[in-house]
């Protein structure tokens, strides 16, 4: 600030300073001299009151008769001589006035000097006042965000849901606390720490406690700073960025997102002279080249670990990987009651029985599930955030947001509740298929019907029978369509069940070796994109004759589960009634009343939440299709 105001005194100096050098240059020989119009003048001359005049220029300065003196400008009159001669007035004439060689030198000069100035002005200003970060002559430094020690607040304790992650990195602390205990036994604490794990599970959160709980200083950056359009920037930050850091050791520094410059070397069009490619090798010799880093630990963290370089991975640099997944049963109970801590919960509010309903969320989105709750409690005028209002933020999160403007004919609400009810019969009878949890034909999102279907615990991979029921559930919208109001009035509402069926068989023969015919061999084709590390060159792994055997076997589990969710509804058809009347009834309804009607008995009213049913004691989750190694998300089968 103090060096903006001296600028702005500079140059209100150097402007005053001119024009009082003009001011003096043109100022008029006598401060007796007074401007006259030429017609006074030419009324005086008449009278004979004029003595003498000096013509210089268009600038006619005289003396009268009594001494005064006086000051005209000369229009370009022709006979003012033969009048001043007439009246016999002394005649003087003086050559072009012109300007001193100081002041000659001023002018010729002053454009430059003006943009001097102003490439001085724009040179400080870029370069951040001499000391910024963001100038043209800082590019090479470092753009992390440094935390002295004690600043970061965040502790463990504030982290919940990652126990084994916690315990992973709870050495980080011991050794910054204490580093004799474990140099004195010859051991070595690793250099890095990579934090793997899906979007949204505290890996930037676990870092930050760790900092927090060791209370050491805190380099925090992100992957995409080091890169810039101009070659060797992000070698200088990070060469800079360590420097920093050896003088604060012991430290951490926390790089997220490391896959901006982390990926794999050679990969893509770039070349080995790419700047991002710079960058990693800069980054590999800093973490474990010649010179060493003593005290000084990073933490990365990515979610997409598969396309990080092998010499980063290696012992020596990440030494150790920490996944962070998505939170179980207990952890995400914990999760919560953090959150609820900031919001006045009300006493119908159990913390486990939310969380047996949302597996598969990780943190942030049971972080957003808790303000969705006290929103939707505020809207009410509620002073507590009560059980049912949790029911509805999960409902929005899971399902979308309720488009009650949206006005549907009779006709397109009886198909749409034709629809959802053919999902739930058919995924109520087929073999271990996922309880449902509600149907509704209110609009949702982008769907005109929404079927939900929970299990009724965390899932981590499925079986053969399971991802087959799926399918059935899945066309059995369709197949209601068909069966009810014929062929030719089938809508396109099944659009998107139609695709999820097809990945799922095609899964199924090419990626999880779930075919009889085909056996346990990968016939998927390598799809990655090869600026995420792949290769440039892609091979094909089938025989033209192996793709016609695998979409012979796709068509054969597509067409067995059709058939089968075909005869369903047919040996089922009064329920599939009663089931779309109650939803053009009542527009949505839950668990309880599916049960009723599936067991034949009179169906009870909803709750007076609009069908919101409070979980039961086994709770619900959420899983989907593919057995990965995290949770999928929930099972929502829409109507668009």
């Not at 119009?37 to 009278?47: H, I």
């Not at 970061?152 to 709870?170: C, P």
């Amino acid at each position: 600030m103090n060096a903006k105001i001296l600028n702005i005194l500079l140059w209100v100096a150097v402007t005053f300073w001119l024009v009082m050098m003009l001011n003096s240059m043109t100022s008029p020989e006598n401060i007796e001299s007074r401007s006259l119009s030429y017609s006074q003048f030419l009324q005086e001359l008449t009278d004979g009151s004029i003595r003498e005049v000096t013509i210089q220029d268009q600038t006619v300065k005289g003396v009268r008769t009594d001494g005064s003196r006086f000051e005209t400008f000369d229009p370009g009159d022709p006979g003012l001589i033969g009048d001043l001669l007439k009246q016999s007035v002394t005649i003087r004439a003086e050559p072009p006035s012109s300007p001193s060689i100081f002041m000659q030198l001023v002018l010729a000069w002053l454009p430059f000097l003006l943009l001097a100035g102003v490439w001085v002005w724009l040179m400080r200003r870029s370069a951040g006042g001499g000391g910024g970060a963001g100038g043209i002559f800082n590019f090479g430094k470092s753009r992390a965000r440094q935390h002295a020690e004690g600043e970061v607040k965040v502790t463990l304790r504030d982290v919940a849901g990652v126990e084994e992650a916690k315990e992973e990195v709870g050495e980080l602390v011991d050794f910054l606390r204490n580093p004799a205990k474990f140099t004195n036994l010859g051991g070595r604490i690793p250099r890095g720490v990579l934090m793997v794990g899906p979007p949204g599970t505290g890996k930037t959160l676990l870092a930050r406690a760790i900092a927090g709980e060791a209370k050491v200083p805190f380099f925090s950056i992100s992957g995409s700073d080091f890169v810039e359009m101009f070659v060797g920037v992000g070698a200088s930050r990070v060469r800079d960025l360590f420097e920093q850091a050896k003088k604060s050791a012991p430290c951490i520094i926390f790089i997220d997102e490391i896959d901006a410059v982390g990926r794999k070397r050679g990969a893509g069009l770039g070349g080995g002279h790419d700047e991002r490619e710079q960058t990693l090798n800069q980054l590999l010799v800093e973490m474990d080249g010649f010179t060493g880093n003593e005290g000084v630990i990073v933490i990365a963290a990515t979610n997409r670990a598969d396309v990080l370089d092998p010499a980063l991975l290696r012992p020596g640099r990440f030494d150790r990987q920490v996944v962070v997944g998505l939170p179980d049963l207990a952890g995400r109970a914990a999760i919560l009651e953090v959150h609820m801590r900031k919001v006045p919960i009300a006493d119908d509010v159990d913390a486990r029985t939310i969380a047996r309903g949302t597996p598969g969320f990780s943190g942030a989105d049971l972080a957003n599930l808790v303000n969705e709750a006290a929103l939707f409690a505020a809207r009410a005028g509620d002073t507590e955030v009560a059980m049912a209002m949790f029911e509805k933020a999960k409902d929005k999160i899971m399902m979308g947001a309720e488009r009650r403007s949206i006005v549907m004919s009779e006709s397109e609400k009886k198909l749409t509740a034709y629809h959802e009810a053919g999902h739930v019969i058919v995924g109520r009878l087929v073999p271990e298929h996922d309880p449902v949890h509600k149907v509704s034909i209110i609009p949702r999102g982008r769907a005109l019907g929404v079927t939900m279907f929970l299990p009724e615990r965390d899932r981590y991979s499925m079986s053969k029978r399971q991802l087959e029921s799926q399918i059935s559930s899945l066309f059995g919208g369709r197949l209601a369509e068909e069966i009810i109001f014929g062929p030719e009035h089938v809508t396109t509402g099944a659009s998107n069940d139609i695709e999820r069926t097809t990945d799922i068989a095609r899964n199924m023969v090419t990626r999880f070796g779930l075919s009889d015919h085909l056996g346990p061999l990968a016939y998927a084709e390598d799809e990655g994109e090869v600026f995420l590390g792949r290769s440039v060159t892609q091979h094909r792994q089938v025989s033209p004759e192996t793709a016609q055997a695998i979409d012979k076997e796709v068509r054969i589990i597509i067409d067995r589960n059709y058939q089968r969710a075909k005869r369903l509804l047919d040996e089922n058809m009064d329920k599939l009634h009663t089931m779309a009347e109650a939803l053009l009834k009542f527009e949505t309804i839950d668990r309880n009343q599916i049960d009723d009607i599936m067991n034949g008995r009179p169906m009870r009213e909803p709750d007076d939440d609009g069908g919101h049913s409070k979980p039961k004691a086994d709770g619900e989750s959420s899983a989907a299709q593919g057995g990965g190694a995290h949770k999928p998300p929930p099972i929502v089968i829409d109507s668009i």
